[in-house]
């Protein structure tokens, strides 16, 4: 999620552990340990790829995250009076500000690697867009509140608000994607891809309207569901992908890389003689938010090359286009 949604959720839970006098300090050390996490976008691991791909890697483990957490509390337990006044309130404090950070992240479709160094695939549960207003407009309201009057029963009534809206918004998506989910398995079915791998994720700034992509040989299928407007089955658009240049490629590390972190929701397009890598988790066709250039057609081998990152080229009417769908079955897309 963006980094104000995490400083607001990181404030709110910090605060909400330790006792009401202490909570301006929970809630201004938990919206620093909301963004720890993030710093790692700092790190250059060498090219796009690595970059894209490890973000959200070691700093997001819960494996680093939870020693990390009981080692500063520690400290502050030794330097800080507020923590040894109340040591048991200020560990949930810190435990929580810094573990709810990827455990939220886990809710977007770029994913979490949340058990590194595992090798496991990130978790994307992708229920949630990287930002959402509804999500956390509830969190900023709290966490404001803490902050004017931290020791007042209104500012414990907003705060514990705040965190029972925003967690209530959460499970409506869980709710929706489900709904969702069965109006695409039913879709499939007539089609005779019931068993085919499926992605589905929120469009922009909302969990009303959701779009699935369904991975085939030879490409993949995409398609819109509002769950405010659509009652039938999903329409889906067949969009091929050049996945003859994926298989002879494969040994490529940047390609291999760039597969196992979508989770193989990739697709393949050739400009000229190299071979384009879209990552089909985000963005819309034909706009996909991260495409790289990672390997060329050589006579027999293909050949590894630098990764390039393509700007991705967004249309301007395309937020605009889908807040008319979320209303309406008829696409105007």
Not at 203 to 225: A, I, Q, S
Not at 281 to 294: E, L, W
Not at 323 to 332: G, T
Request: proline share 7%; aromatic share 10%.
């Amino acid at each position: 999620m963006d980094s104000l949604t995490q400083i607001a959720l990181g404030s709110c839970v910090a605060a909400a552990c330790v006792p009401g006098r202490q909570r301006r300090k929970a809630a201004l050390l938990g919206a620093a340990l909301g963004t720890v996490p993030d710093l790692d976008v700092f790190v250059d691991y060498g090219d796009p790829v690595a970059n894209f791909t490890m973000h959200r890697g070691f700093s997001h483990s819960l494996l680093v995250l939870a020693p990390l957490g009981l080692v500063l509390w520690g400290a502050l337990k030794v330097w800080w009076p507020p923590v040894r006044e109340a040591p048991r309130q200020w560990l949930a404090a810190i435990l929580l500000a810094l573990l709810t950070h990827p455990l939220l992240d886990a809710h977007t479709a770029y994913g979490t690697q949340l058990l590194w160094p595992s090798g496991l695939a990130p978790v994307s549960w992708a229920t949630l867009f990287i930002i959402d207003p509804l999500y956390t407009l509830p969190l900023l309201a709290g966490m404001i509140a803490v902050l004017i009057r931290p020791a007042s029963r209104c500012a414990g009534r907003w705060l514990v608000a705040g965190l029972f809206l925003s967690t209530l918004y959460m499970g409506w998506s869980w709710t929706a994607k489900t709904l969702v989910e069965a109006q695409a398995r039913q879709a499939l079915q007539a089609r005779g891809l019931a068993d085919a791998p499926m992605f589905i994720t929120p469009t922009p700034l909302n969990t009303l309207l959701w779009r699935v992509v369904v991975r085939t040989d030879g490409g993949y299928y995409e398609g819109l569901d509002s769950v405010v407007a659509d009652d039938g089955e999903i329409e889906f658009t067949f969009h091929p992908s050049d996945d003859a240049a994926l298989t002879a490629a494969a040994d490529v590390p940047a390609l291999a890389r760039l597969s196992w972190f979508a989770d193989g929701f990739v697709s393949g397009t050739m400009d000229k003689d190299t071979l384009v890598i879209a990552d089909l988790r985000m963005g819309q066709h034909p706009d996909y938010v991260f495409r790289h250039a990672v390997a060329r057609r050589g006579n027999p081998h293909w050949q590894e090359v630098e990764p390039q990152r393509i700007a991705a080229r967004m249309r301007t009417n395309l937020l605009a286009s889908l807040w008319q769908r979320i209303w309406s079955a008829e696409p105007d897309l």
